[in-house]
């Protein structure tokens, strides 16, 4: 049904922007107020932990310097040895994999070339037949596709056609109404728009 042919399209309605504009503004303007203030506050806290932990650690050197490099060159050593441990069989476990597939990969090819020079033709149409197949198959699917995408074409025309010669008329029979019924409806439907895609993005927030 086009819109023209809606008895009320030549009835101007006021636009509701309080809650298809204002209201979606003033919101999204909050959330983003509170996520800037969020991310300020917890870089803040980050910023004075890092101070507070730099602090504790220069002291320490300074009244113990001895000790303290002696901590942190343990605590170096633990934690490469932990890691060192906690890779070694994940780097040992690829290994094996990528040594699995080279072996299968290899007797796979000497298979290959088995076929082939068993019966080079055979294995030739043993190769392209099912690339043919799938050939066929996308043909058939662009074919449908094409048809589709044809009709619904063919379908759009028509309507867009329909409309214009609909709004032709009104435009003869009443022009100035007729402007501003569609000046009024395009702002509605661009405030309905914008209204919908921050609601979608506050929720999503």
């Known amino acids: 049904m086009s819109i023209f042919d809606n008895p009320d399209f030549l009835s101007i309605q006021p636009l509701d922007l309080e809650n298809k504009l204002y209201k979606p503004t003033a919101?999204?303007?909050?959330?983003?107020?509170?996520?800037?203030?969020?991310?300020?506050?917890?870089?803040?806290?980050?910023?004075?932990?890092?101070?507070?932990?730099?602090?504790?650690?220069?002291?320490?050197?300074y009244e113990h310097p001895g000790?303290?490099?002696?901590?942190?060159?343990?605590?170096?050593?633990?934690?490469?040895?932990?890691?060192y441990q906690e890779v070694l069989p994940k780097l040992a476990a690829s290994y094996q994999q990528v040594e699995s597939g080279l072996i299968d990969l290899n007797a796979q090819s000497k298979a290959f070339w088995s076929a082939f020079y068993a019966d080079p033709e055979a294995f030739s149409v043993s190769l392209i037949e099912p690339l043919?197949?799938?050939?066929?198959?996308?043909?058939?699917?662009?074919?449908?596709?094409?048809?589709?995408?044809?009709?619904?074409?063919?379908?759009?025309?028509?309507?867009?056609?329909?409309?214009?010669?609909?709004?032709?008329d009104l435009l003869m029979q009443q022009p100035m109404n007729t402007i501003n019924a569609v000046y009024q409806n395009s702002l509605a439907a661009l405030l309905d728009i914008y209204a919908h895609i921050i609601s979608s993005l506050l929720t999503l927030a």
Do not use: C, M, P, R
């Open 67 to 83: 000790e303290t490099l002696n901590d942190w060159y343990q605590l170096a050593v633990d934690n490469g040895t932990a890691t």
């Open 132 to 168: 043919l197949a799938q050939l066929n198959g996308l043909l058939a699917q662009s074919q449908s596709h094409l048809s589709s995408l044809t009709g619904q074409v063919e379908t759009y025309l028509i309507t867009t056609y329909s409309n214009l010669l609909q709004v032709s």
């Open 27 to 61: 919101q999204l303007f909050v959330h983003v107020k509170q996520q800037t203030t969020t991310a300020y506050q917890e870089l803040k806290d980050v910023l004075l932990e890092a101070h507070s932990f730099i602090s504790v650690e220069a002291k320490q050197v």
